[in-house]
Each structure stands twice: as structure tokens, then as C-alpha cells.
């Protein structure tokens, strides 16, 4: 088990120490604390009636507090760590995302083909763009038609449960080609128009042509890699990036085989779930991002993948990833007031949040040195009371989980 690595908290423990907080046995008298502190913070009245607890201590797996942990609740973005812990899983973090160009039909005709980078940029598609340039000098040709296989993904469309607006309001229409932070219907124009434009700029006389798919064996002119599969789950993770997940979402199903559909994805996601040995029989993955109202996953499924992560170098991503209490991401006007701020930088977690929902999923190194998973999922929150009350109440069982409220 190797809990603590870069995460960025703010109390750093050596490997030595932290082997020795794992061989030891469960602090019990710590966990009794917990329980009762947990008990007593249930009852904050802006939490509801519809609240779910479980943490869990790593070093052994044991049940630290469970309140209707096994219940099926909307998760809304903490879905982001079933996701980054399934992309992980099947590609490896060192994973990194090819957009070429290739031979079109006719030697007029090059064709740029997007293969669901999730953070391409501007810049990258400028770069493959000279790139393109050069090459097509060096053969000669000065003029072409730019045609674009955006075929990856299927035609997009919206999750089951996805509120009317939606999309693009939140996440843009999923496509195998679209610039970072762009949320539209159609991604791949943006994506294209830039693309073109830039040989445009280097000399290339070019102009749009259509939507084609890349000839069968074609030769390759171009290719950029830019990003790694870590570099998108960590920025997924710290700002809760929607079109990420959703691109992250449709990769596992093609890497398991299926489909890149919202069903294809989600068997595939679960799957990938029981292989890692979470029980998936209670849950529904709709989407990747969270975004549905019909998603569900149980507390006790959030801490049990928390769990795998730290256990698992492989998932390094997930936990590095993850927005730390007071200081980054989501999380950075968290843990704010007291009894919560005491817990600020010596907490690690995903946030979630939709209408009626407000979720924390993550971990925490208590003040007895051992490290323990924890998920506070909220439905139904009481609108007599303003949001950041509700957060305010769930930070603070995050604080009581790390030992200082």
C-alpha cells in the first residue's frame, strides 16, 4: 500500500512513517471518535433527510462509519472518480492521444482526423498545421482540400437524464475533435476552421472540404501527441471538467471493445469496475461526468475505488488529481469557516454538485497518522437553506473524519 505520494496535502509524512501507520492496527479509539462525530454532524439541518456516509480505513479496508452507505444516490461529479479510475485502468496513465493528417481520396485532399484528445488546443492544432505545411512543401503542393473524419464517436447526442440545456450549457456535444473549453454543438468546425486557417498562414492554400472518413491504410503526413491520459484526469479531476469525462468516458468503451455510445460506455466503465473488484450490481453509470440525474453509485462504491486508488500505482492520477481542502481546484473556497477550516490542506476530495445535490468524496491522513477514504453524498438537500450551509455541514464531516472538529 503506498498512501501517501504527491498529492499535494499539506502534512507530508515519510514512506517509512507511513509503512509503519499501515502495518499498525486500526485506531479504534479514533474510529469511535469519528463514528460519534459523524453521528452528531448528520444532524446539521442543511444536510436533509436524504444524506449517505462511509469512510473507510486503508490500512485494513475496515468500516469506519457507515450511514446507509449501500443506498443508491445521484452522485453528480464525484462520478469523475469512477471515471478517472476506469480510463486509467484500461489505457495507463502514460496513454497519449493522436490527431492526424493523412492521404485524402485524391491527391488534391488531405484528410484531418480527430482521435478524441481531450485537451487539444489551439496551439496544438497550429503546430500539426506546420507540421502538415512542411510536408506538403517538401512534396510540392500548394494547394488542398482539407476534409475531417470526425467518426470515432457517433453522431452525439444527449445522456439519459440530462436536463433540457444541458448541453452545450455544460458539456458540449461529445466529439472526437474539439478545442479545450469550447462548449457547442459542434466542436469539430471550431476544431477544422483552425486547423485550415493555420496552413492558410503558412503558405498552404487551403479550404474546407467535408465530412469524410480517412481512407483504409492511407498514408500518414502528419501526427501530433501532445497530451498524457494523466494530464487530462488531473485537470478533469481538480476543475471538474465535464468535456474530459465525457471523452475519457467513450475511450474506455473502445478500449474494452465496444462501442463509443452512452451504453457501450457504460458497460464498459463497468466492467472495468468489477475487474478492479468493486460490486457494480447496485449502480448506474450513465454518463461520465456526472451530469445525469439518473446516475448512482453508493458511498460505500466511492471509497472502496478511493481505497484501490492508493493501493494501485497505477491510479497515482486519480489521487494526485484530486483538489486539496482551502488551496486548489473545486475545493479552493471549501473549508472555509470553522470547525471545517481546521481540515484545510490535509484534505483531499471531488466535489459534486446539481440541483438538489451536493457530494465529497476523498481522503484524509487523520491527527492518528492513519489514512482513511471517505464519501458524503447529499440528495434531496433542503433549499430552505443556501448551498454553501450544506457545504459547509459536509466539510465538516470531512474535518471530523481527519481527527480536528
Excluded at 54 to 81: C, F, G, N, W, Y
Excluded at 223 to 231: A, C, F, Y
Excluded at 244 to 256: G, M
Excluded at 282 to 294: A, C
Aim: net charge neutral.
Amino acid at each position: 500500500m503506498r498512501p501517501a505520494r504527491r498529492m499535494g496535502i499539506a502534512v507530508t509524512v515519510l514512506a517509512a512513517a507511513v509503512a509503519a501507520s499501515l502495518l499498525a492496527g486500526p485506531a479504534l479509539a479514533s474510529d469511535e471518535r469519528i463514528g460519534k462525530g459523524i453521528t452528531t454532524g448528520l444532524r446539521a439541518p442543511a444536510l436533509g433527510s436524504d444524506t449517505t456516509v462511509h469512510v473507510r480505513l486503508v490500512a485494513s479496508d475496515a468500516t469506519v462509519a457507515d450511514h446507509d452507505a449501500d443506498e443508491r444516490q445521484i452522485p453528480a461529479s464525484t462520478m469523475k472518480v469512477m471515471t478517472a479510475a476506469t480510463s486509467l485502468a484500461m489505457l495507463g496513465e502514460e496513454h497519449r492521444f493522436a490527431t492526424r493528417v493523412v492521404e485524402g481520396l485524391t491527391t488534391d485532399r488531405i484528410v484531418l482526423v480527430g482521435g478524441g484528445d481531450p485537451l487539444l488546443s489551439r496551439v496544438d492544432l497550429e503546430d500539426l498545421a506546420q507540421r502538415t505545411a512542411r510536408k506538403l512543401r517538401e512534396a510540392g503542393r500548394k494547394s488542398v482540400t482539407v476534409d475531417v473524419d470526425d467518426f470515432l464517436f457517433p453522431q452525439p447526442s444527449d445522456a439519459r437524464g440530462w436536463a433540457p440545456g444541458d448541453r452545450p450549457t455544460y458539456a458540449a456535444a461529445v466529439r472526437p475533435l474539439a478545442i479545450l473549453g469550447e462548449y457547442s454543438n459542434d466542436t469539430v468546425a471550431t476544431a477544422w476552421s483552425v486547423f485550415v486557417n493555420s496552413l492558410r498562414a503558412k503558405g498552404v492554400s487551403a479550404r474546407q472540404g467535408e465530412r469524410a472518413l480517412a481512407p483504409a491504410a492511407s498514408r500518414r503526413i502528419a501526427v501530433i501527441r501532445p497530451h498524457t491520459l494523466r494530464e487530462a484526469v488531473g485537470l478533469m479531476l481538480r476543475v471538474s471538467e465535464n468535456n474530459v469525462a465525457e471523452n475519457l468516458f467513450r475511450h474506455v468503451a473502445l478500449a474494452q471493445g465496444y462501442p463509443a455510445t452512452w451504453s457501450g460506455a457504460a458497460t464498459a466503465a463497468s466492467e472495468v469496475l468489477r475487474e478492479m473488484g468493486v460490486q457494480t450490481w447496485r449502480l448506474r453509470l450513465v454518463d461520465g461526468s456526472g451530469l445525469s440525474q439518473d446516475d448512482r453509485l453508493t458511498a460505500e462504491s466511492l471509497t472502496h475505488v478511493l481505497d484501490i486508488a492508493l493501493e494501485t500505482p497505477a491510479l497515482d492520477a486519480l489521487i494526485d488529481g484530486l483538489p486539496i481542502a482551502g488551496r486548489t481546484g473545486t475545493l479552493v473556497n471549501r473549508f472555509a469557516s470553522p470547525p471545517a477550516s481546521c481540515a484545510r490542506g490535509d484534505v483531499a476530495a471531488k466535489t459534486g454538485s446539481l440541483t438538489g445535490v451536493s457530494t465529497l468524496a476523498g481522503i484524509t491522513q487523520g491527527k492518528d497518522g492513519q489514512w482513511r477514504s471517505f464519501a458524503i453524498m447529499v440528495n434531496q438537500r433542503p433549499s430552505a437553506y443556501p448551498s454553501p450551509a450544506t457545504s459547509l455541514a459536509i466539510d465538516t464531516i470531512a474535518a471530523v473524519v481527519r481527527g480536528c472538529a
